[in-house]
Antibody, heavy 121, light 110 residues
């Protein structure tokens, strides 16, 4: 059974940093691209970042470019999102999602339950 | 303002057929395939349709997808109360070099 479990969310002040983790099981993590998608309160889903497998090419939404960095540890079956210079508008539930294949443009076939990040003073 | 345009709401009675539209441009829907997700917070989003019109295993055949040019649609036939959720279209945008989602459509079963 495919499982994705996010952690690391919490309350952080504007300008602060936070690292999210997503531990996966039930599939060969190193064979697939992975993603982060968020949902701000009362808003829709917003793509944040994608990382491919093998050479780990990463892509980020313009709204987080230069502030967030996606990475992966294939030995630990874990996906990360390092978030810095956090803004109030980054407040959201952050979901980890598995891609169907290894390309950045493959659909997201499994999702985690999400972890809440609140940016507030 | 989302890159992909969806109606904010849709509704139908049990047993009816409902369609949800998703409009984009040549750099997204016109360039890549479209996926549809069902989301009922606080649960995890669920893939409903991928590659325009393919259903993952376990998704009822009441759900179907189609695409023409720069627009896509999700159809739900034999509407059931459990279908009440938010629905999102998504695709890769070649100009933005990233994923774009529609703003979401909240489906109500009357």
């Amino acid at each position: 059974e495919v499982q994705l479990l996010e952690s690391g969310g919490g309350l952080v002040q504007p300008g602060g940093s936070l690292r999210l983790s997503c531990v996966v099981s039930g599939f060969t993590f190193s064979s697939y691209a992975m993603n982060w998608v968020r949902q701000a309160p009362g808003k829709g889903l917003e793509w944040v970042s994608t990382i491919t497998n093998i050479i780990s090419t990463s892509y980020h939404a313009d709204s987080v470019k230069g502030r967030f960095a996606i990475s992966r540890d294939d030995f630990k079956n874990t996906l990360y999102l390092q978030m810095s210079s956090l803004r109030v508008e980054d407040t959201a539930v952050y979901y980890c999602a598995k891609s169907r294949h290894s390309s950045a443009w493959d659909d997201f076939d499994y999702w985690g339950q999400g972890t809440l990040v609140t940016v507030s003073s | 303002q989302s890159v992909l345009t969806q109606p904010p709401s849709a509704s139908g009675t049990p047993g009816q057929r409902v369609t949800i539209s998703c409009s984009g441009s040549s750099s997204n829907i016109g360039y890549n395939t479209v996926n549809w997700y069902q989301h009922l917070p606080p649960t995890a989003p669920k893939l409903l349709i991928y590659s325009d019109n393919h259903r993952p295993s376990g998704v009822p055949d009441r759900f179907s997808g189609s695409k023409s040019g720069t627009s896509a649609s999700l159809a739900i036939s034999g509407l059931q109360s459990e279908d009440e959720a938010d629905y999102y279209c998504a695709t890769w945008d070649a100009s933005l070099n990233g994923w774009v989602f529609g703003g979401g459509t909240q489906l109500t079963v009357l």
